[in-house]
C-alpha cells in the first residue's frame, strides 16, 4: 500500500467513502466494537472538512471538523462527536490509499483500530451501497 503525501495524493481522497470493515486488533485477538456488520461513511472536502460516521448491531460513533495531512497521517480536529471525549478531540490516524479502498489505523488502549473504507462513485449504486 502506498502512504497519503500532501499536495496531488491528498486530492485522491477527496470525496465520499462507504465503510467496508471495522477491526479493533491487540493483545493476540482481533474483535469487531460495533458487530460483524458494519455500515458507515466518511467525507473529506477539498476545503479541509470531514465527518465520519460508523455503525452496527453494537454501536455507533461519528464526528465531524477538519482534517489536514502529514506525510503518512491524517489528523482529524473534531468540532463535534457522539462522545464527549471527541467534542474538540485531536486524532491521529496513519493512512494507506490502494486501488479504490482508504485504511486509516489508530492506536488506542494498546489495541489497533483499523477502518477500511471503500470510494463511493456518484450514481444509483451508491445508494445501495449505503444499506
Known amino acids: 500500500m502506498s502512504s497519503i503525501q500532501m499536495g496531488s495524493e491528498r486530492r485522491a481522497i477527496i470525496g465520499a467513502?462507504?465503510?467496508?470493515?471495522?477491526?479493533?486488533?491487540?493483545?493476540?485477538?482481533a474483535r469487531h466494537p460495533l458487530g460483524d456488520e458494519v455500515h458507515g461513511m466518511l467525507?473529506?472536502?477539498?476545503?479541509?472538512?470531514?465527518?465520519?460516521?460508523l455503525a452496527g448491531s453494537d454501536g455507533y460513533m461519528g464526528y465531524a471538523?477538519?482534517?489536514?495531512?502529514?506525510?503518512?497521517?491524517?489528523?482529524?480536529?473534531?468540532?463535534?462527536?457522539?462522545?464527549?471525549q471527541w467534542d474538540g478531540a485531536v486524532?491521529?490516524?496513519?493512512?494507506?490509499l490502494k486501488d479504490r479502498l482508504l485504511t486509516l489505523r489508530a492506536e488506542?488502549?494498546?489495541?489497533?483500530?483499523?477502518?477500511t473504507w471503500q470510494r463511493l462513485t456518484p450514481g444509483p449504486e451508491t445508494a445501495s451501497k449505503l444499506r
Open 65 to 84: 471538523g477538519t482534517y489536514e495531512w502529514h506525510g503518512s497521517r491524517v489528523v482529524h480536529r473534531t468540532v463535534v462527536g457522539n462522545a464527549p
Open 91 to 96: 486524532l491521529h490516524r496513519s493512512a494507506e
Open 17 to 29: 467513502w462507504s465503510l467496508v470493515s471495522f477491526t479493533a486488533n491487540g493483545h493476540s485477538e
Open 108 to 115: 488506542d488502549n494498546g489495541m489497533t483500530l483499523t477502518a
Open 43 to 53: 467525507i473529506y472536502t477539498p476545503q479541509g472538512f470531514m465527518a465520519a460516521q
